[in-house]
């Protein structure tokens, strides 16, 4: 019981710094990444003698699953590397249970909870932002319909079809999804490309930005979408200084890590309303 306090309360605290953080400046610092890692295998270290040794074999055990997750989604361009270190942090805080049993899952929870509450929180970021730039927002999703009338008018005709039959059968309403989901296509990428991409100084740059744009930088090519490492940004910032590159295009993100800190306390709540939360959202 002791160990659960001292972890729960110094992972919080890793969370709440690391959540003020990416909000203050979109970026965690690795001190709070690899701090959170180190005082996770120390807690376990200290209170194996007493708990028993497999403590220390469970935290290694969650480091290694949630490392292997965070480097995938790192090379593939899906998370940034704050993201990505904190996935692994919390691979050693919660651990997988050995031997294993049931409550071996509880890591697998917790990184399902993170993707359900990071998409509705992503999506109320974003709604917020539309508001605050409704005029913007608007005059450019206009543009995108405009657009995209084809399939827009084709998914319409479907979808009317679908309120027409529903009539028949209440399960022909799930024919709307299609629509749903392309104006929720929509609306994510107006909103990115009128509140996200700025053209900003590459001294500005910090690890983890997006390029918006290719760079290219004597014969070296940096693709869009990409996050930028260190290496690279010492690269873009010297070739600022020579005056080759005056600026570059770059695609912030949502804040991603306060997700992290919901989906904790989810999980310090208890397994079970968790599962709940689960049930109720994605029928596990």
């Given at each position: 019981m002791?160990?659960?306090?001292?972890?729960?309360?110094?992972?919080?605290?890793?969370?709440?710094?690391?959540?003020?953080?990416?909000?203050?400046?979109?970026?965690?610092?690795?001190?709070?990444?690899?701090?959170?890692?180190?005082?996770?295998?120390?807690?376990?270290?200290?209170?194996?003698?007493?708990?028993g040794?497999?403590?220390?074999?469970?935290?290694?055990?969650?480091?290694?699953?949630?490392?292997?997750?965070?480097?995938?989604?790192?090379?593939?361009?899906?998370?940034?590397?704050?993201?990505?270190?904190?996935?692994?942090?919390?691979?050693?805080?919660?651990?997988?249970?050995?031997?294993?049993?049931?409550?071996?899952?509880?890591?697998?929870w917790?990184?399902?909870?993170?993707?359900?509450?990071?998409?509705?929180?992503?999506?109320?970021?974003?709604?917020?932002?539309?508001?605050?730039?409704?005029?913007?927002?608007?005059?450019?999703?206009?543009?995108?319909?405009?657009?995209?009338?084809?399939?827009?008018?084709?998914?319409?005709?479907?979808?009317?079809?679908?309120?027409?039959?529903?009539?028949?059968?209440?399960?022909?309403?799930?024919?709307?999804?299609?629509?749903?989901?392309?104006?929720?296509?929509?609306?994510?990428?107006?909103?990115?490309?009128?509140?996200?991409?700025?053209?900003?100084?590459?001294?500005?740059?910090?690890?983890?930005?997006?390029?918006?744009?290719?760079?290219?930088?004597?014969?070296?090519?940096?693709?869009?979408?990409?996050?930028?490492?260190?290496?690279?940004?010492?690269?873009?910032?010297?070739?600022?200084?020579?005056?080759?590159?005056?600026?570059?295009?770059?695609?912030?993100?949502?804040?991603?890590?306060?997700?992290?800190?919901?989906?904790?306390?989810?999980?310090?709540?208890?397994?079970?309303?968790?599962?709940?939360?689960?049930?109720?959202?994605?029928?596990?």
């Amino acid at each position: 019981m002791v160990f659960e306090i001292v972890m729960g309360v110094v992972t919080l605290f890793f969370l709440l710094a690391a959540s003020y953080s990416d909000l203050k400046t979109r970026e965690v610092p690795d001190l709070l990444s690899y701090g959170l890692i180190i005082s996770a295998l120390g807690i376990r270290t200290i209170f194996a003698p007493t708990t028993g040794w497999e403590l220390i074999w469970s935290g290694a055990l969650g480091l290694l699953f949630c490392f292997l997750i965070a480097w995938v989604l790192y090379k593939t361009n899906l998370w940034g590397g704050g993201d990505s270190k904190l996935l692994m942090g919390m691979g050693a805080v919660i651990g997988i249970a050995y031997p294993l049993h049931s409550s071996s899952l509880l890591l697998l929870w917790f990184f399902v909870l993170l993707l359900i509450v990071g998409a509705f929180y992503g999506l109320s970021w974003l709604t917020g932002l539309s508001i605050t730039h409704r005029k913007a927002c608007q005059l450019a999703l206009i543009e995108k319909l405009k657009q995209y009338k084809t399939p827009h008018g084709a998914l319409g005709m479907f979808s009317f079809a679908a309120v027409v039959f529903s009539f028949l059968n209440i399960w022909w309403l799930f024919l709307l999804l299609p629509l749903a989901l392309f104006y929720l296509f929509l609306f994510v990428t107006t909103v990115e490309e009128e509140c996200f991409v700025k053209r900003i100084s590459p001294s500005k740059l910090t690890e983890g930005d997006w390029l918006s744009e290719e760079v290219l930088v004597d014969d070296e090519r940096f693709p869009r979408r990409r996050a930028l490492e260190k290496l690279d940004i010492e690269t873009l910032q010297a070739a600022h200084r020579e005056g080759k590159l005056p600026s570059v295009v770059i695609r912030e993100g949502v804040p991603f890590v306060p997700s992290f800190l919901f989906a904790y306390i989810l999980v310090l709540w208890g397994l079970e309303p968790a599962s709940s939360f689960l049930k109720m959202t994605v029928g596990l």
